[in-house]
T-cell receptor, first 112, second 117 residues
Framework: GDSVTQMEGPVTLSEEAFLTINCTYT??????LFWYVQYPGEGLQLLLK?????DKGSNKGFEATYRKETTSFHLEKGSVQVSDSAVYFC???????????FGSGTQLTVLP | DSGVTQTPKHLITATGQRVTLRCSPR?????VYWYQQSLDQGLQFLIQ???????AKGNILERFSAQQFPDLHSELNLSSLELGDSALYFC????????????????FGSGTRLTVV
């Protein structure tokens, strides 16, 4: 079945450091890929998405590129802020379906 | 406020009991999804409804059931509760039922934290 593998956390960075959170997936067909962010005590918020190979999703300085050849969708940000501290989830939606398969989540803490 | 409303926010109940979680989708959204977030299983899809009809089923236990009403709100019923059912239950909504109808991901509520003691 479909699955998403995420980089194990927790990840701790200093403010203005470069961030990469790795995500690889296994799916049949052509899934849509997503990054969601969960702040403490809140629900998940869509951070960015990509619906086909080579698409780049971007939002709030975060970027991820849909790489079909490596089945990856790594999340990057050039300069993190304390306010980026949260749990980040990589997810896929297979084919024409809408239900999401999530990775295990990566806790990010950014120190001032 | 995401526009998806879940009640109650917290629920504490005893083993063997039955509870009902409620979700009101964002205005205009026809699909409702239920997810369970637990420490050992992570985030798992339970079930999807679209305009009152069950559309997809995931890892939902037979002790759990759901429905979507004509006003589009949804309820998740959990019965014969066990300690292992303690988790955060999220509802999400989207406009359509399939990818072709809505490419923007969907909107999550803030969840109901269920504690079974």
């Amino acid at each position: 079945g479909d699955s998403v593998t995420q980089m194990e956390g927790p990840v701790t960075l200093s403010e203005e450091a470069f961030l990469t959170i790795n995500c690889t997936y296994t799916a049949t067909g052509y899934p849509s890929l997503f990054w969601y962010v969960q702040y403490p005590g809140e629900g998940l918020q869509l951070l960015l998405k990509a619906t086909k190979a080579d698409d780049k999703g971007s939002n709030k300085g975060f970027e991820a590129t849909y790489r079909k050849e490596t089945t990856s969708f790594h999340l990057e940000k050039g300069s993190v802020q304390v306010s980026d501290s949260a749990v980040y989830f990589c997810a896929l939606a297979p084919g024409s379906a809408r239900q999401l398969t999530f990775g295990s989540g990566t806790q990010l803490t950014v120190l001032p | 406020d995401s526009g998806v409303t879940q009640t109650p926010k917290h629920l504490i109940t005893a083993t063997g009991q039955r509870v009902t979680l409620r979700c009101s989708p964002r205005s205009g959204d026809l699909s409702v999804y239920w997810y369970q977030q637990s420490l050992d299983q992570g985030l798992q899809f339970l079930i999807q409804y679209y305009n009152g009809e069950e559309r997809a089923k995931g890892n939902i236990l037979e002790r759990f059931s759901a429905q979507q009403f004509p006003d589009l709100h949804s309820e998740l019923n959990l019965s014969s509760l066990e300690l292992g059912d303690s988790a955060l239950y999220f509802c999400a909504s989207s406009v359509g039922a399939g990818r072709g109808q809505d490419n923007y991901g969907y909107t999550f509520g803030s969840g109901t934290r269920l504690t079974v003691v």
